[in-house]
């Protein structure tokens, strides 16, 4: 039999997983926000489904009041990739508090059907 006290105190449980922030931290979470939304009335001419429920959105980086928004395509060869990310360009600066922006198309890592959000995977019947 033990005495009281003499066994140590349980474990408190680990702490629950936090989501990252925001590429940009807190200066900057309600500009993103604000971004997505008008970068969801963007469409992929090819697929009748917006840009960021694609999942072509990679993040964001900050320098002051700039912003350069990484993003993928569905295929290295979409014919209208410069005219996408000039009305990409666009509807990020017309956010207030955005000077200007710039869209860095990356392929790595490269798009897949797993990066849509729950909304196209239904859509599209992934689910």
Known sequence: MTETGSEPAPSPPPPAAVPAPPSGGGAYVERERLITENLKQIYDPEIPMNIVDLGLIYGFEWSGDDVTLKMT???????????????????IEKVPLV???????????PWSPDRMSE??????GYM
């Open 73 to 91: 395509l569905t295929a290295p060869g979409c014919p209208v990739a410069g005219i996408l990310a000039e009305e990409i360009k666009g509807a």
């Open 99 to 109: 000077h200007s922006a710039k869209v860095d198309l990356i392929w790595d890592p």
């Open 119 to 124: 909304f196209a995977k239904r859509q599209f």
